[in-house]
């Protein structure tokens, strides 16, 4: 496990078997626990939102989908990059779901994104025990709703992607409601099946890291 800060954001980073067995842990603790997927985009914006960094910061696991966090952060060896790269972390966490025939609920934003998270999920790994796939529109958009369902569903694991920072909110909401174990927000973004970088996710590279330098070089002349 790696310390380190982003934007002034401050967070861990986890070997991909570290990160697994941080998360099985989760799931005998007979509380919610909670972890988020980085993205370039998701850490610009907490940077610029106080209640956004508190809540990523106290978030018990994040774990990075591209590799330009690592390497805007100074922390890009060899190996941590063919993992973020490979997803290998959502890859064997999914595989041990599977094996354990954890209870899973899939939550998505919209039906859509909740039918193509379902759809990502079960291409990538056979075998999961998924008792639940709901939208959050199906609710109203109402916390209360949703989390009454979420209890009466009674999962383990919440697999959920939705429009950031939402999705946040509501998982740090839930830890006051919640029955679950672990509530696991994933990427908007493609996770599985990306054979190359394109060249938007080049430019978005690009523009990080020197939204990175010049955070930092003012950091520094003060």
């Known amino acids: 496990m790696r310390r380190y800060s982003i934007l002034g954001v401050s967070l861990s980073d986890h070997s991909a078997r570290e990160a697994v067995r941080l998360a099985e842990s989760y799931l005998h603790s007979g509380v919610l626990n ?5 993205t370039v985009q998701t850490l610009a914006q907490a940077s610029q939102d106080e209640r956004q960094k508190t809540l990523l910061e106290a978030t018990d696991l994040t774990f990075c989908a591209e590799t330009g966090i690592l390497e805007a952060a100074g922390i ?19 595989r041990r779901l599977a094996k354990r025939q954890d209870r899973v609920f899939l939550l998505g934003g919209t039906t859509g994104e909740a039918e193509a998270l379902m759809e990502a999920l079960v291409l990538e790994q056979d075998g999961l025990n998924i ?20 209890n ?20 740090h909401d839930g830890r006051r409601y919640l029955n679950a174990e672990l509530w696991m927000l994933l990427s908007e973004e493609p996770f ?31």
């Open 152 to 171: 009466g569903a009674a999962p383990q694991v919440i697999l959920s992607r939705m429009a950031w920072p939402v999705d946040l909110e509501l998982m």
């Open 76 to 94: 890009a060896g060899a190996g941590r990059v063919r993992e973020v790269a490979d997803q290998i972390f959502l890859r064997l966490f999914l």
């Open 34 to 38: 909670t972890a988020a997927c980085l």
């Open 192 to 222: 599985f099946g990306k054979t190359r970088q394109t060249v938007f996710e080049t430019i978005r590279k690009k523009l990080f890291q020197r939204k990175v330098n010049e955070y930092n070089e003012d950091q520094t002349a003060r």
């Open 131 to 150: 008792i639940g796939c709901r939208s959050y529109e199906e609710f109203d958009s109402s916390p209360e709703r949703l989390m009454n369902a979420l």
